[in-house]
Each structure stands twice: as structure tokens, then as C-alpha cells.
């Protein structure tokens, strides 16, 4: 049996009242905690609040019924960093690195997906697990075949929810 070992991780949080929490449940451990949004460019955009562990950047998400404390009002935003995801994979993995990803960014997927596509940095991810969020963003549900298909094609996909 083969066995597998995960030499470092890095994990990607907008919202600040997150990320303390993840630094300390993952203290000692290799694991570094970035306090950014993933997007398809560096600079400064709103984040959007709603239940603690509720956030976006994009604007138009619906409240599913089976899910209320995933709302969010839009009365309340930060001023988050974001960083442009396909360069920052350009810098810090390789070809020869094993980089599995687990993206939940609530409807900004299919922006920085088409992004990593486009870029070509979609070939430095082994795996990708990703939850979709079509249902809530009526606005990119068109996109979402599309790129399944493209994202599918070229680096193992599984949908994750």
C-alpha cells in the first residue's frame, strides 16, 4: 500500500473572521493561513458578510431555502486583498509538485476557473475538488457546463459539495 504525505498547505481565507480561527486550529502543523480572496487579479475588492461562516465577493447570490445561514445581505462588506490565483500558482508550485486543490468560493469559481484555463495554470493542479455554485449565482449557471467540461478535461475534477 502506498502511502502519501502532505509536505505543506496553504489555505486561501478572505474573510478575517476565519482566519484566526484556522491559524490556531492549524498551529504547529504545516499550514499557512493567507488572508486573501482567490481571483483572477491582485488588488482590493468588497467582501460581502452574511453568517459568520458566510462570504463572497460577487453580488446577485440567491438564499436557497434548505439553507438560510448561507445568506448573505449585502449590508455588510470588508475590504479584502485578492490575489490573481493562476499567478500565484505560477509562483509557488511546479510541475514536479503534487498540488491537489479544494476551491469553495462561492460563485467566484467559474471567474477564476475560466482564468486558470485561460492562463494555462490549470495544468499545474493534479486535482481539483470544487463546490459549484451555480444554483446561488443565477448569473454564471450558463458558464457552468462549459466549464466543468474544459476544468474536466484537463486536470482531475471532482465535485464536491
Not at 1 to 29: H, K, Y
Not at 87 to 103: G, P, R, S, Y
Not at 128 to 136: D, G, M, V, W
Request: aromatic share 8%; net charge negative.
Amino acid at each position: 500500500m502506498a502511502s502519501s504525505t502532505t509536505d505543506f498547505c496553504w489555505g486561501i481565507e478572505p474573510n478575517p473572521r476565519l482566519c484566526a480561527v484556522l491559524r490556531q486550529r492549524f498551529a504547529g502543523q504545516p499550514v499557512e493561513i493567507l488572508e486573501y480572496a482567490a481571483w483572477i487579479s491582485a488588488g482590493t475588492m468588497p467582501l460581502y458578510l452574511g453568517d459568520p461562516v458566510s462570504s463572497t465577493l460577487l453580488e446577485g447570490k440567491v438564499t436557497l431555502e434548505n439553507y438560510p445561514q448561507f445568506a448573505i445581505t449585502y449590508d455588510e462588506s470588508v475590504a479584502v486583498q485578492t490575489l490573481d490565483t493562476a499567478q500565484w500558482l505560477n509562483d509557488h508550485v511546479t510541475n514536479d509538485d503534487a498540488v491537489i486543490v479544494k476551491m469553495d468560493i462561492e460563485g467566484a469559481e467559474y471567474q477564476v476557473l475560466r482564468h486558470l484555463l485561460d492562463s494555462g495554470a490549470i495544468e499545474l493542479i493534479n486535482e481539483l475538488r470544487c463546490e459549484f455554485h451555480a444554483e446561488r449565482f443565477p448569473a454564471s449557471a450558463g458558464d457552468h457546463d462549459r466549464i466543468v467540461a474544459e476544468v474536466g478535461a484537463r486536470t482531475k475534477l471532482v465535485i464536491w459539495r
